[in-house]
């Protein structure tokens, strides 16, 4: 039997018992029903399941952008869920990278411009040229958003949020709103950053194709964690079956 890619790594998250329910008026929704997840450093793993099965929620918690209802979270052995929005706000500023679908570029700023936002307030950044150059775009550096394709915008949110070397990257369907094509490329700038920084790299998506990236693939359905598989050998973005 092949050993786990977890094996002798340091955990960085541990999840037991995660719940989330949002009151909607008189309807409560239960968004996450008892999770629970390890994650381990170095890893590249994909939360998969269908849309509304919370895997969002999840990536939020475990970001320190929500808070759960129930159940414990701890980050390399500290609790989040007993810590107050300053503490959060300091974590997710100086040890979380975020992507998301949408690229949230500022469009007055150049790409060098708005990665050098994130860099300005971090304690020990990449230089914002380096972590352009890390996704591909050392040519691109000075052009604005306007002057970009979707993807490579998408690249730049990407350069944008692992220049301040985060030890953990979080991405939520990064490559919702593109072509398969551009996808690959989006694709292959997060397992970039995930290989030469070593940062614990966790995406959220719909799209099973994905999941052969991976070294485990969490498969999230109606609230739980319906199992997880691993994969013997992680496939580069341009060999999956799309």
Same mark, same amino acid.
């Given at each position: 039997?092949?050993?786990?890619?977890?094996?002798?790594?340091?955990?960085? $998250?541990?999840?037991?018992?995660?719940?989330?329910?949002?009151?909607? !008026?008189?309807?409560?929704?239960?968004?996450?029903?008892?999770? +629970?997840?390890?994650?381990?450093? @170095?890893? $590249?793993?994909?939360?998969?399941?269908?849309?509304?099965?919370?895997?969002?929620?999840?990536? &939020?918690?475990? !970001?320190?952008?929500?808070?759960?209802?129930? @159940?414990? =979270?701890?980050?390399?052995?500290?609790?989040?869920?007993?810590?107050?929005?300053?503490?959060?706000?300091?974590? *997710? %500023?100086?040890?979380?990278?975020?992507?998301?679908? $949408?690229?949230?570029?500022?469009?007055?700023?150049?790409?060098?411009? &708005? =990665?050098?936002?994130?860099?300005?307030?971090?304690? &020990?950044?990449?230089?914002?040229?380096?972590?352009?150059?890390?996704?591909?775009?050392? +040519?691109?550096?000075?052009?604005?958003?306007?002057?970009?394709?979707?993807?490579?915008?998408?690249?730049?949110?990407? #350069?944008?949020? =692992?220049?301040? *070397?985060?030890?953990?990257?979080?991405?939520?369907?990064?490559?919702?709103?593109?072509?398969?094509?551009?996808?690959?490329?989006?694709?292959?700038?997060?397992?970039?950053? &995930?290989?030469?920084? @070593?940062?614990?790299?966790?995406?959220?998506?719909?799209? #099973?194709?994905?999941?052969?990236? #991976?070294? *485990?693939?969490?498969?999230?359905?109606?609230?739980?964690?319906?199992?997880?598989?691993?994969?013997?050998?992680?496939?580069?973005? %341009?060999?999956?079956?799309?």
């Amino acid at each position: 039997m092949s050993e786990s890619p977890s094996a002798g790594k340091d955990q960085v $998250f541990r999840a037991r018992g995660v719940t989330k329910v949002y009151h909607m !008026g008189e309807v409560d929704v239960h968004a996450l029903r008892g999770v +629970d997840l390890d994650l381990f450093a @170095g890893e $590249f793993v994909v939360l998969l399941g269908p849309s509304g099965s919370g895997k969002s929620t999840l990536l &939020n918690i475990l !970001g320190g952008l929500d808070v759960p209802s129930g @159940g414990s =979270v701890s980050y390399r052995g500290k609790e989040l869920t007993e810590v107050g929005d300053a503490e959060l706000t300091r974590y *997710r %500023r100086e040890h979380v990278g975020f992507v998301f679908q $949408f690229y949230n570029l500022i469009p007055s700023l150049t790409a060098r411009e &708005n =990665v050098a936002l994130v860099t300005e307030i971090s304690k &020990n950044p990449m230089k914002p040229a380096e972590a352009l150059a890390l996704v591909g775009l050392q +040519d691109r550096m000075d052009h604005f958003p306007s002057q970009l394709s979707g993807g490579q915008q998408q690249r730049v949110a990407i #350069a944008r949020a =692992v220049a301040k *070397r985060p030890y953990i990257l979080l991405c939520d369907e990064p490559t919702g709103a593109l072509d398969v094509e551009t996808g690959v490329v989006v694709l292959e700038a997060i397992a970039a950053a &995930n290989r030469e920084l @070593g940062t614990t790299t966790a995406v959220i998506t719909h799209n #099973a194709a994905i999941a052969g990236m #991976a070294d *485990r693939v969490i498969h999230i359905h109606d609230g739980r964690v319906d199992r997880i598989t691993t994969n013997a050998t992680r496939l580069p973005a %341009r060999e999956l079956q799309w």
